[in-house]
């Protein structure tokens, strides 16, 4: 009982929050603390909100460019490290692609911003902080993230049918696309979603390498939370909660008939 007591509690403090913020988006009050009835207008203003509207659309564009180079760049990294176990340097490569899982993102941000000032000044590019900037700095860190994931599978996956491959005549490029890959999609696209959600939700490296042209939506969100906590806000929180919560169900049932058709 007390476990369970634990649990409850432990649960309440994390959703209690989240179901009072849905339930004041709903507020016809400009005053996020008093009840003024119920009224959608929030949700009308942040409709025409140009602002918050391109940041989303930029943040969206940003983490589906730097989810996919982090699963590319992480999953030859994973296969770096697990099929070739011996090469020079290993130790030094293992180190510098699992540092961001460790590294404080504030010090990461600004070595991210002090190399990107270095090369504008030495090759011209990139040109000041934009969207290339957010993109690369994201796929950094995110990179890490895919490598662990995607490596933990290579390391248990079954290595008979590659090898029953090339015994038969394939090329290692053929066998890596035609049989690594398929049996290590659920990884890669985990790694992926896991680098998109980093992404989309980072707010401290993107303070570093973002600029006036290219805000990403945790920075225009935090910029207004700094001014007071507005219905908006929780319109917007509201609606990034219920996307979420569909696409959790859907992955669920999905994951639930492909479960039911394999033991049918």
């Given at each position: ?75 030859l ?7 070739f ?57 995110s ?20 090898e ?5 005549g ?13 049996l ?8 992926w ?12 490296i ?27 806000i929780?319109?917007?929180a ?25 033991t049918?």
């Amino acid at each position: 009982m007390i476990l369970r007591g634990l649990l409850i509690l432990a649960y309440a403090f994390l959703y209690i929050p989240i179901a009072v913020m849905i339930v004041f988006s709903f507020n016809a009050s400009k005053l996020v603390t008093v009840w003024g009835g119920f009224s959608t207008k929030w949700y009308g203003e942040l409709l025409h909100d140009e602002k918050v509207l391109d940041a989303a659309w930029l943040s969206l564009k940003v983490a589906l460019a730097s989810a996919t180079l982090a699963t590319v760049l992480g999953t030859l990294a994973a296969v770096v490290l697990v099929r070739f176990t011996r090469f020079f340097g290993r130790t030094l490569f293992t180190g510098m692609v699992t540092a961001p899982l460790v590294m404080p993102e504030v010090i990461t941000g600004l070595s991210l911003l002090l190399l990107f000032v270095a090369m504008e000044a030495a090759f011209g590019w990139p040109a000041g902080r934009s969207v290339t900037t957010i993109v690369l700095a994201h796929a950094t860190f995110s990179l890490a993230f895919v490598t662990v994931v995607v490596r933990s599978r290579l390391a248990t996956m079954d290595r008979s049918l590659e090898e029953a491959a090339m015994d038969l005549g394939a090329r290692p490029l053929k066998v890596f696309l035609t049989i690594t890959l398929p049996l290590i999609a659920p990884s890669l696209l985990a790694g992926w979603l896991l680098a998109f959600t980093l992404s989309i939700d980072d707010v401290v490296i993107s303070a570093f390498v973002s600029g006036p042209g290219a805000t990403p939506l945790p920075i225009v969100i935090f910029s207004k939370v700094r001014l007071g906590v507005s219905p908006e806000i929780n319109a917007l929180a509201t609606i990034v909660v219920a996307v979420v919560a569909v696409a959790m169900v859907v992955a669920g049932r999905v994951a639930l008939r492909k479960d039911e058709a394999r033991t049918g």
